[in-house]
């Protein structure tokens, strides 16, 4: 059978793991710092702040497709109307998700966004039951209850519900529900994205242009290149995802994507110096228990599922195959 390594992980997922994981706290810690690169634009409108993230996006991944010239996929994709449309759908819902981001970030909201990438992982489960018929078991439905009372606290507590939470939580599992269903990667998916997104978002830009109000040229030159950057800032994080996805299994990806709320929140409370009472602090605690929950529970699930695998297929490595194995790649 397969060699099995201390942390329940066999050998051939080690190998490249460190720099998986490497590639994963990168992007992680690079979206949880976002918030502060989105404060630096508060003086320029969240719908202005998304088209140009949209239009630079664009350009960024279209540089880097000529790069590796990987063209062959559009040809394909083009022939294919309904793939178009779902992906079509798929960058509409990420704008939304990005303007509500955006605008939750520079309105003093960076605390609620953080609780809706707390709870994103929970909402994209209760998607899979709801659409893909998946089923859960005990601990997960367990982990949903405990982030259900916490939200239903915060919103009596404070007598309203956090709706930017829960839109940016719906959406982005929304966004990941149609992105199953299409076949392209991270890379393809983000071009064929940003270009079906680029017409209405360049309209904009060139409406706000002709009448005087845009910023790109006419603002402080910092805000000017932070907005051509915006495609750098998106699609940098991206690849590094990507790149790690590749390379470490996902329910250690899973544990990992708590990184970017977790420094949202601590920027939101400790930079910002937004408000975190008790109240709140009994409302994020549930949740955070329920995400402790599903995580520990989906971490054992897959280590299981992992030695039951192995377990049963036939020895492919020795014990001196693995002795003599070459060291990974660290270059």
């Known amino acids: 059978m397969w060699p099995i390594t201390p942390t329940g992980w066999p050998l051939e997922f080690c190998r490249p793991m460190n720099r998986g994981l490497l590639y994963a706290i990168g992007a992680y810690t690079l979206w949880g710092l976002l918030p502060i690169y989105w404060k630096a634009l508060h003086a320029v409108p969240a719908t202005e702040i998304v088209s140009h993230r949209m239009a630079w996006s664009l350009l960024f991944v279209l540089a880097l497709l000529a790069l590796k010239q990987?063209?062959?996929?559009?040809?394909?994709?083009?022939?294919?109307?309904?793939?178009?449309?779902?992906?079509?759908?798929?960058?509409?819902?990420?704008?939304?998700?990005?303007?509500?981001?955006?605008?939750?970030?520079?309105?003093?909201?960076?605390?609620?966004?953080?609780?809706?990438?707390?709870?994103?992982?929970?909402?994209?489960?209760?998607?899979?039951?709801?659409?893909?018929?998946?089923?859960?078991r005990g601990w997960q439905w367990l982990?949903?209850?405990?982030?259900?009372?916490?939200?239903?606290?915060?919103?009596?507590?404070?007598?309203?519900?956090?709706?930017?939470?829960?839109?940016?939580?719906?959406?982005?599992?929304?966004?990941?529900?149609?992105?199953?269903?299409?076949?392209?990667?991270?890379?393809?998916?983000?071009?064929?994205?940003?270009?079906?997104?680029?017409?209405?978002?360049?309209?904009?830009?060139?409406?706000?242009?002709?009448?005087?109000?845009?910023?790109?040229?006419?603002?402080?030159?910092?805000?000017?290149?932070?907005?051509?950057?915006?495609?750098?800032?998106?699609?940098?994080?991206?690849?590094?995802?990507?790149?790690?996805?590749r390379r470490i299994p996902l329910s250690m990806l899973g544990i990992l994507q708590y990184i970017a709320p977790t420094f949202q929140f601590l920027l939101g409370v400790y930079l910002y110096h937004e408000p975190f009472d008790q109240s709140r602090l009994i409302g994020f605690g549930l949740i955070w228990t329920a995400l402790l929950i599903y995580s520990v529970e989906g971490f054992l699930a897959r280590r299981g599922q992992l030695r039951y695998r192995y377990s049963t297929q036939p020895a492919e490595i020795s014990h001196v195959d693995m002795v003599a194995a070459p060291k990974p790649d660290r270059h």
């Open 70 to 136: 990987r063209w062959a996929w559009l040809g394909a994709v083009s022939r294919q109307p309904k793939t178009l449309l779902i992906v079509f759908l798929a960058g509409c819902i990420l704008a939304a998700n990005w303007l509500t981001y955006v605008w939750g970030v520079n309105a003093g909201y960076v605390v609620e966004t953080s609780l809706g990438y707390f709870i994103n992982p929970l909402v994209s489960v209760l998607m899979g039951v709801i659409f893909l018929r998946e089923r859960l």
């Open 143 to 245: 982990a949903i209850g405990f982030a259900l009372v916490g939200v239903l606290y915060l919103t009596l507590r404070y007598g309203t519900l956090p709706w930017i939470a829960l839109v940016l939580a719906l959406s982005f599992a929304l966004y990941g529900l149609l992105k199953k269903a299409t076949p392209l990667n991270a890379l393809e998916g983000l071009s064929l994205e940003t270009a079906l997104m680029f017409p209405p978002a360049f309209g904009y830009l060139l409406f706000l242009e002709l009448n005087g109000s845009g910023s790109l040229g006419h603002a402080n030159p910092t805000i000017t290149l932070l907005l051509v950057l915006t495609g750098v800032a998106t699609g940098v994080p991206l690849l590094m995802f990507s790149a790690a996805a």
